[in-house]
Nanobody, 127 residues
């Protein structure tokens, strides 16, 4: 059974930083493409970032490019999202997700492709 558990959310002032973590248990970790998504109240879910099985390919939404960094530690079975220069419009519930089936360095990053999801961690950025 695959379990996805996010942590690291909280309240931060604009301009600050947070690092989200997502631990995944179950299955072979190196088979997973991993991604972060977010959803703000009354808004659609937004694809934030994705990382390939190798860790060598990453993708970012334009809204976070240059401010957020995704990484993975296969030994710890954890994917991270380092978020810098946070702004109030980054306020949302952040979700981690995993999928299998991709090649080593070519991830499929659309949210509908992901099978395993966490419960989310809230990030609130005050102005």
């Amino acid at each position: 059974q695959v379990q996805v558990v996010e942590s690291g959310g909280g309240l931060v002032q604009a301009g600050g930083s947070l690092r989200l973590s997502c631990h995944i248990s179950g299955g072979y970790f190196d088979l997973y493409t991993l991604a972060w998504f977010r959803q703000a109240p009354a808004k659609e879910r937004e694809d934030i970032s994705c990382i390939s099985r190798s860790g060598g390919t990453t993708q970012y939404a334009d809204s976070v490019k240059g401010r957020f960094t995704i990484s993975r530690d296969d030994d710890k079975r954890t994917v991270y999202l380092q978020m810098d220069r946070l702004a109030p419009n980054d306020t949302a519930m952040y979700y981690c997700a995993a999928r299998r089936g991709d090649s080593w360095d070519v991830p499929k990053c659309t949210s509908s492709a992901f099978r395993f999801w966490g419960q989310g961690t809230q990030v609130t950025v005050s102005s």
